[in-house]
């Protein structure tokens, strides 16, 4: 019985460990935040803008390059080991610069970035 309740409570953890929503990995929040700091640096290091765009706008340029694997640890390396095929010219770079580009075009100050879309 004391096994059986072993097992069973190693099933419920594994059960409730929070996993990458399109690609049902276990989440890591570790590796996750690591990938996400890593892109974050890439994009404000890479980009070659007239002005200095503020932190709140690079968050929110990498949520949209990033798009629907912004919440999984996958999908972020992913975009990682695109970059690393070519890190001065692909489409992860080129993609944030247009973004980043509209967003100044268009006036949006940071207070206003959660309602910004990038016209597809």
Not at 48 to 74: H, W
Not at 77 to 103: F, Y
């Amino acid at each position: 019985m004391g096994e059986r309740g072993n097992i069973e409570g190693e099933r419920q953890a594994a059960a409730a460990q929070p996993q990458d929503a399109p690609t049902n990995e276990p989440h890591n929040t570790k590796d996750y935040w690591l990938a996400y700091t890593v892109l974050l640096e890439y994009l404000e290091k890479g980009g070659d803008f007239d002005r200095r765009p503020s932190r709140a706008k690079f968050r929110r340029v990498l949520e949209l390059v990033a798009g629907q694997n912004q919440n999984n640890t996958g999908g972020l390396l992913r975009l990682l080991e695109q970059i690393g095929h070519n890190p001065t010219d692909n489409p992860t770079r080129d993609r944030a610069r247009l973004i980043m580009n509209d967003i100044y075009e268009r006036g949006v100050k940071d207070r206003d970035l959660a309602r910004y879309s990038f016209p597809e």
